[in-house]
């Protein structure tokens, strides 16, 4: 299991993007049976990961503190600023 935080969460798809705790690589989740309030940017959130592949899986997210995770989120976001080898995520549906 790993803590991590929800940088970016698309509605209509019900997919998630997971900074973790461990800092490694990002972790995707896609749990299409969730209703889509179920995760919010900046909640953190404990998952299980698969890191067995190219890409690591997040599954199995349980919500531990709605927004806790936002001074996280706005230093990541302050850390990439005008970083040349960011490849931005395209725009997430708004509520």
Do not use: H
Request: with cysteine.
């Amino acid at each position: 299991m790993m803590i991590g935080v929800v940088l970016w969460k698309d509605r209509e798809d019900r997919q998630a993007v997971i900074w973790c705790e461990d800092q490694g690589e990002l972790a995707y989740l896609s749990q299409p049976a969730l209703t889509p309030e179920i995760l919010e940017i900046g909640d953190v959130v404990q998952v299980d990961l698969d890191v067995g592949s190219q890409v690591r899986r997040a599954s199995s997210a349980k919500r531990l503190l709605s927004a806790g995770g936002l001074e996280v989120l706005e230093a990541l976001s302050r850390e990439v600023a005008g970083g040349e080898n960011v490849v931005p995520f395209r725009a997430a549906a708004s509520a």
